[in-house]
C-alpha cells in the first residue's frame, strides 16, 4: 500500500500485509483501530478511481451498505484518502472458493449444490432490492465454516454506475471472462439479474466438473468460446452429476437472458427436481393450470399435466418419503402456512410491501401446488392475517385476519377465490377433522377463556364450553385431534392443554414452547416448537396417550429452525405431510445524531446476530439493547465514542425482552423467561443489583416510572395501569375509557405524565395523562397512515413516522399548539414496531432496523425419525 496511504489512515486502521489483488481492487489485511477487529481493506485500482471520481463511486456504493442477509459479507466503511478509493469488509478468516477448488478441484455435489443455492439465497434478497453484483466467481464467494459468503456485494455496480461512459472508453471491463453473461461480455452495460444467474451456473459448473463451462488459452479465444459455442453437460465429465443438474445448469448457461431461469430461486428450484426439464423462465406454470389443479383437488382428483411435476410425490407413505422435504416457495415473505388435507396445496400468508420493511405491508392469502413455483392469490391487501386452515373437504380456507379497518375476524374463502365470508370473532381456531365446523377460542377477563362450536356453513354456534387459562395471554392456539374428540390448547405462556370435547382436562404440561400446535395424522402425538437460543427453535412431539394424557418427555424431531419466534407449521390430516415457515432473521442497530441540521446516522451493529428493543442514555452516550446470540438473550450497552459492549445480564436462557430504561437512565426493566415462568425484572444501573418477581397478571412492556413505580399495559388488555413496585401485587388501572384502544406509550421525562397513542377510524390520536390529577387530553389527531412510534425527552413529546409517500422515516415533535412539525428525515428503514429510542437530554435518536425472511417447507413423515434432516 502506498505509504501516503497508510499515513492517512493511520488513525482509523493499521495495515498488516497484502493478501490479494483482483481486476478492480487490491485486498489488504488491517486491524480496525476502532473496533478492535481484523478487516479487509479494498483500495480500488487507481485507474478506476482515476475515471469515476471520489465523489460518484462513494454516492453510489452507499446503497449497498444496506445489503444485509447472512449469505452477503457486509460493508463496513468506504472513503477517500490522498486521492485513493478505499472500502472495507469483514476479514474472513476462513478460505474462498477459489482456494477449496484449487486444493480439491471439484466438490461433492451435496456441497456444491449447498453452495449454489446459498450464493442463490444471497443473490435473490439482493436482486429484489435492485442491486446486481456483476461478478460472481469462486474468488468472490468466502468460506467460513463452510457457509458461504458472497463479497464484494454491488462494488461492480457501483463502479459501472459512476464510471459511466468514461469507461468503457477506456476499455476496462468488469466481470471476469470466464463467468460473465454473453450480454456481459458483449458489453451491454444494463445487464440485469440474469447475468447473475448466468455466472452462479458458471460457479456450479466449476464446483461439479473442476472447470468453468468455457476454457481457452487467451481471454479473445475465451470471449469468442462464450458468445458462439454451447457448453459441455457438465454429466459428459462426471457421470454422477443427476439429470435433473445438467439441465438446469445448462438453461442457466442459455446464451440469450430470455432463456434462462429469471430469478436465482428458479434456478436453485431447477436444480432440485426430479425431472430433467431446464426450468427457463418461459416454462413457467401459468395460473390457468394451477387454477386447473385446484379445481381438480377440490373435486377430489388430482391433475398434475401443466402444472409441474413435483420432487415430493403426492401421496407418498411414510417409507417412500423417508427424508425428504423441499423448499415450496422463494419470496422470503411466505408464512403461516397451511397443507391441504390430500398433501398437494399448500395455503399460506404473503406480505406485499410498499416500502422495503415489512411495517407497510400488506397481506394476502395464495394457494400453491406442492411442486409448482407459483403461486394463485385468491385474497389480497388485507391489514394483516394469520393461521388458515383447510376444511375437512379441501373446499374452504379459513383464515383470521382483519380486511380493513370495519372487518376483523375468522373468515371463509372458497379455494378457488371469492369474497371472504364472516363466520366469528376469536383469538384463535381450527377446523373440524372431518366435519363442517370449527371451534373458537375467545379469551375471557376472568382467566378462563370461551370454546364455541360454529356450523361453518351458516356460521351458527351450536355449542359452547369454558376452561381456565391466562386470560391476559396474547399466545393462545388450538388444534382437533383427528378423532374430533380431543383439543390440544394453548392456554398461557409455557403451558399445553389437552381437553375432552366438553372441555374437561385430560392433560396438561408446562414446557418452553411457541403458542402454535398442531396434532400428528395419527393423532397419537402433538407437534410444536420449543424455544432455543440464539433465534433457534426446535420442532419437538409430545406423546399423547388414548385417554388424553401426556405422556413422557418432548421428542426432538427438526432441530435448530429459524422460526424468527413466531414459528408456524401444519399437518395434512389426509397424508401427513408436514409444512414449516421457516427463515433468517437479521436485525441491527442505528443511532441519529440530530444536533445540527444534517442528521448523522450510524449503524451500530453489523447484524452478526440479532439486535432490538434499543434504549439511549439520558446524554445519549450510552446504547442498551437486547442482543440474542448463542448465549442466549441478554441485555447489553455500548459505549457510542469507542464500540466497547458490555453484558449487563447473562442468561442462558432465551427470551428477555421488552427493555426500557427510566427517564433518569438510573433503572432498566426488563422481562426474561425460566423453564416454567416469565419474570419482571429492574436493574438498578449504579449498583448492576437486580430485582425481579414472578409475572403473576402483569403486562408486557414495563417502563419504569418515577424511583419505584412502572407503568405498563392493563392486564386485562385494555389501557394503562401503575405498579407502584416491584414488592406490590397489584396493578393500579389508570383511569382512561375502554374505548381508547392504546398501541403505544411513552411516559414524561419527570415521570409525572404519561402519553399514548390510539386509532380511531382513519385517524391516530394523541393523547396525554396527569397522573397527580388523571387529568386526560387530546393533544393532536393526524391521519393513521404508514406506521407511528412514540417518544418524549426534554424538547417534548415526539412520534417516529413512515409514511407511505417518504422512502425513509422521519421524526416530529409536537409543538405548545398541538400541532406536529418535522424534526428530522431518518437515514436508515427503522423498524418503529421494536420502538424508538430517544435521549432524554440530547437530540440523540435510536431504532432497530430489521429484515426477516420466510418461507415454507414441506416434509415427508411426520412425529417420527422420517424428519429428522432439516433445510
Same mark, same amino acid.
Given at each position: 500500500m502506498p505509504p501516503r496511504l497508510v499515513d492517512a489512515l493511520a488513525g482509523r486502521y493499521r495495515v498488516e500485509r497484502e493478501?490479494?489483488?483482483?481486476?478492480?481492487?487490491?485486498?489488504?489485511?488491517?486491524?480496525?483501530?476502532?473496533?478492535?477487529?481484523?478487516?479487509?481493506?479494498?483500495?480500488?485500482?487507481?485507474?478506476?478511481?482515476?475515471?469515476?471520481?471520489?465523489?460518484?463511486?462513494?454516492?453510489?456504493?452507499?446503497?449497498?451498505?444496506?445489503?444485509?442477509?447472512?449469505?452477503?459479507?457486509?460493508?463496513?466503511?468506504?472513503?477517500?484518502?490522498?486521492?485513493?478509493?478505499?472500502?472495507?469488509?469483514?476479514?474472513?478468516?476462513?478460505?474462498?472458493?477459489?482456494?477449496?477448488?484449487?486444493?480439491?478441484?471439484?466438490?461433492?455435489?451435496?456441497?456444491?449444490?449447498?453452495? &449454489?443455492?446459498?450464493?442463490?439465497?444471497?443473490?435473490?434478497?439482493?436482486?429484489?432490492?435492485?442491486?446486481?453484483?456483476?461478478?460472481?466467481?469462486?474468488?468472490?464467494?468466502?468460506?467460513?465454516?463452510?457457509?458461504?459468503?458472497?463479497?464484494?456485494?454491488?462494488?461492480?455496480?457501483?463502479?459501472?454506475?459512476?464510471?459511466?461512459t468514461r469507461l468503457t472508453q477506456t476499455g476496462l471491463s468488469l466481470g471476469t471472462p470466464g463467468y460473465m453473461s454473453p450480454e456481459q461480455a458483449a458489453g451491454e452495460r444494463t445487464v440485469d439479474a440474469r447475468s447473475d444467474v448466468y455466472a452462479l451456473g458458471a460457479v456450479c459448473y466449476e464446483m461439479l466438473t473442476g472447470q468453468p463451462p468455457f476454457v481457452a488459452p487467451t481471454t479473445q479465444a475465451l470471449i469468442a468460446k462464450l458468445m458462439t459455442e454451447d457448453p459441455v453437460p457438465p454429466s459428459r465429465s462426471r457421470r454422477s452429476v443427476p439429470p435433473q443438474v445438467d439441465a438446469a445448469i445448462l438453461a442457466a448457461?442459455?446464451?440469450?437472458?430470455?432463456?434462462?431461469?429469471?430469478?436465482?430461486?428458479?434456478?436453485?428450484?431447477?436444480?432440485?427436481?426430479?425431472?430433467?426439464?431446464?426450468?427457463?423462465?418461459?416454462?413457467?406454470p401459468s395460473r390457468r393450470g394451477i387454477l386447473a389443479g385446484l379445481a381438480a383437488g377440490a373435486l377430489g382428483g388430482l391433475v398434475l399435466g401443466g402444472v409441474g411435476v413435483t420432487s415430493l410425490q403426492p401421496h407418498a407413505s411414510a417409507a417412500e418419503g423417508e427424508g425428504r422435504r423441499a423448499q415450496i416457495t422463494f419470496s422470503g415473505q411466505a408464512s403461516s402456512p397451511a397443507i391441504s388435507p390430500d398433501g398437494n396445496f399448500i395455503a399460506f400468508v404473503a406480505a406485499s410491501c410498499g416500502h422495503a420493511h415489512v411495517d407497510l405491508c400488506r397481506s394476502s392469502l395464495a394457494v400453491q401446488e406442492v411442486g409448482s413455483t407459483q403461486a394463485v392469490p385468491i385474497l389480497t391487501g388485507a391489514e394483516w392475517l394469520l393461521d388458515p386452515r383447510w376444511s375437512h373437504d379441501g373446499t374452504t380456507i379459513v383464515v383470521r385476519g382483519q380486511l380493513?379497518?370495519?372487518? &376483523?375476524?375468522?373468515?371463509?374463502?372458497?379455494?378457488?377465490?371469492?369474497?371472504?365470508?364472516?363466520?366469528?370473532?376469536?383469538?384463535?381456531?381450527?377446523?373440524?377433522?372431518?366435519?363442517?365446523?370449527?371451534?373458537?377460542?375467545?379469551?375471557?377477563?376472568?382467566?378462563?377463556?370461551?370454546?364455541?362450536?360454529?356450523?361453518?356453513?351458516?356460521?351458527?354456534?351450536? /355449542?359452547?364450553?369454558?376452561?381456565?387459562?391466562?386470560?391476559?395471554?396474547?399466545?393462545? /392456539?388450538?388444534?382437533?385431534?383427528?378423532?374430533?374428540r380431543s383439543l390440544a390448547l394453548i392456554t398461557g405462556p409455557r403451558r399445553l392443554d389437552i381437553v375432552g370435547r366438553r372441555g374437561e382436562l385430560t392433560g396438561s404440561t408446562r414446557v418452553q414452547i411457541r403458542p402454535h400446535v398442531r396434532w400428528t395424522r395419527a393423532g397419537d402425538a402433538v407437534l410444536t416448537f420449543r424455544v432455543g437460543i440464539g433465534r433457534e427453535d426446535e420442532l419437538v412431539s409430545l406423546g399423547i396417550d388414548p385417554a388424553g394424557r401426556v405422556r413422557g418427555e418432548p421428542r426432538v424431531e427438526l432441530s435448530r429452525l429459524q422460526t424468527l419466534y413466531r414459528g408456524r407449521l401444519d399437518v395434512s390430516r389426509g397424508t401427513g405431510r408436514l409444512a414449516i415457515a421457516t427463515g433468517v432473521s437479521t436485525a441491527d442497530l442505528w443511532t441519529f445524531d440530530f444536533t445540527n441540521d444534517a442528521v448523522v446516522g450510524r449503524r451500530r451493529t453489523q447484524g452478526t446476530t440479532w439486535y432490538g428493543k434499543?434504549?439511549?442514555?439520558?446524554?445519549? &452516550?450510552?446504547?442498551?439493547?437486547?442482543?440474542?446470540?448463542?448465549?442466549g438473550d441478554n441485555v447489553y450497552v455500548t459505549r457510542l465514542s469507542d464500540g466497547i459492549e458490555e453484558a449487563l445480564t447473562s442468561e442462558r436462557l432465551p427470551a428477555?425482552?421488552?427493555?426500557?430504561?427510566?427517564?433518569?437512565?438510573?433503572?432498566?426493566?426488563?422481562?426474561?423467561?425460566?423453564?416454567?415462568?416469565?419474570?419482571?425484572?429492574?436493574?438498578?444501573?449504579?449498583?448492576?443489583?437486580?430485582?425481579?418477581?414472578?409475572?403473576?397478571?402483569?403486562?408486557?412492556?414495563?417502563?419504569?416510572?418515577?424511583?419505584?413505580?412502572?407503568?405498563?399495559?392493563?392486564?386485562?388488555?385494555?389501557?394503562?395501569?401503575?405498579?407502584?413496585?416491584?414488592?406490590?401485587?397489584?396493578?393500579?388501572?389508570?383511569?382512561?375509557?375502554?374505548?381508547?384502544?392504546?398501541? &403505544?406509550?411513552?411516559?414524561?421525562?419527570?415521570?409525572?405524565?404519561?402519553a399514548f397513542l390510539t386509532r380511531t377510524g382513519v385517524a391516530t390520536n394523541l393523547f396525554t395523562l396527569s397522573l397527580d390529577r388523571s387529568t386526560l387530553q387530546l393533544v393532536h389527531s393526524f391521519p393513521d397512515e404508514g406506521t407511528t412510534a412514540l417518544a418524549?425527552?426534554?424538547?417534548?413529546?415526539?412520534?417516529?413516522?413512515?409514511?407511505?409517500?417518504?422512502?425513509?422515516?422521519?421524526?416530529?415533535?409536537?409543538?405548545?399548539?398541538?400541532?406536529?412539525?418535522?424534526?428530522?428525515?431518518?437515514?436508515?428503514?427503522?423498524?418503529?414496531?421494536?420502538?424508538?429510542?430517544?435521549?432524554?437530554a440530547s437530540r440523540v435518536a435510536a431504532c432497530s432496523v430489521l429484515d426477516n425472511r420466510s418461507d415454507i417447507w414441506v416434509f415427508d413423515g411426520v412425529g417420527g425419525s422420517q424428519i429428522a434432516s432439516r433445510p
Open positions: 493478501v490479494g489483488a483482483g481486476g478492480m481492487a487490491t485486498v489488504f489485511l488491517a486491524e480496525d483501530l476502532r473496533h478492535d477487529r481484523k478487516v479487509a481493506l479494498k483500495v480500488l485500482r487507481p485507474e478506476l478511481a482515476a475515471i469515476i471520481g471520489a465523489e460518484r463511486f462513494l454516492a453510489e456504493i452507499r446503497t449497498t451498505a444496506h445489503l444485509q442477509h447472512p449469505h452477503i459479507l457486509p460493508l463496513f466503511d468506504s472513503g477517500e484518502a490522498e486521492g485513493y478509493l478505499y472500502y472495507v469488509m469483514p476479514f474472513v478468516a476462513g478460505e474462498s472458493l477459489r482456494a477449496r477448488l484449487a486444493r480439491e478441484t471439484q466438490l461433492p455435489i451435496p456441497e456444491a449444490l449447498r453452495i &449454489t443455492r446459498e450464493v442463490g439465497s444471497a443473490l435473490d434478497y439482493a436482486h429484489r432490492r435492485g442491486v446486481v453484483h456483476r461478478d460472481i466467481k469462486p474468488e468472490n464467494i468466502l468460506l467460513q465454516e463452510g457457509t458461504a459468503l458472497v463479497a464484494d456485494f454491488g462494488i461492480a455496480l457501483a463502479v459501472a454506475t459512476a464510471g459511466g448457461l442459455e446464451k440469450l437472458p430470455a432463456d434462462r431461469p429469471s430469478t436465482p430461486a428458479e434456478l436453485i428450484t431447477a436444480l432440485t427436481r426430479e425431472d430433467s426439464q431446464p426450468s427457463g423462465g418461459r416454462r413457467l380493513d379497518s370495519a372487518r &376483523t375476524g375468522v373468515f371463509a374463502i372458497p379455494r378457488l377465490g371469492g369474497s371472504p365470508r364472516l363466520v366469528a370473532e376469536a383469538d384463535a381456531f381450527d377446523t373440524h377433522p372431518a366435519g363442517d365446523s370449527l371451534v373458537t377460542v375467545v379469551r375471557q377477563s376472568d382467566s378462563v377463556a370461551l370454546l364455541r362450536i360454529i356450523a361453518l356453513s351458516p356460521g351458527r354456534s351450536v /355449542d359452547s364450553f369454558t376452561v381456565p387459562g391466562n386470560a391476559s395471554y396474547s399466545g393462545w /392456539d388450538v388444534s382437533w385431534a383427528p378423532n374430533g434499543p434504549a439511549l442514555s439520558p446524554n445519549g &452516550t450510552q446504547l442498551m439493547y437486547l442482543r440474542g446470540d448463542a448465549i428477555v425482552f421488552d427493555v426500557e430504561l427510566s427517564a433518569d437512565g438510573r433503572r432498566l426493566a426488563f422481562e426474561h423467561s425460566t423453564d416454567s415462568t416469565i419474570r419482571l425484572a429492574v436493574l438498578e444501573l449504579p449498583s448492576r443489583r437486580i430485582m425481579s418477581r414472578e409475572s403473576g397478571a402483569f403486562p408486557s412492556r414495563a417502563v419504569p416510572l418515577g424511583t419505584h413505580a412502572l407503568v405498563g399495559y392493563s392486564p386485562t388488555g385494555r389501557g394503562l395501569a401503575v405498579l407502584d413496585s416491584l414488592r406490590a401485587t397489584i396493578w393500579r388501572p389508570l383511569p382512561i375509557p375502554d374505548s381508547l384502544a392504546i398501541f &403505544t406509550f411513552a411516559p414524561s421525562p419527570d415521570g409525572e405524565e404519561i418524549w425527552n426534554k424538547e417534548g413529546i415526539h412520534v417516529g413516522r413512515w409514511l407511505p409517500s417518504d422512502e425513509l422515516p422521519s421524526l416530529w415533535r409536537v409543538t405548545e399548539s398541538g400541532k406536529l412539525t418535522r424534526v428530522a428525515s431518518l437515514t436508515a428503514p427503522c423498524a418503529f414496531t421494536d420502538g424508538l429510542a430517544l435521549a432524554a
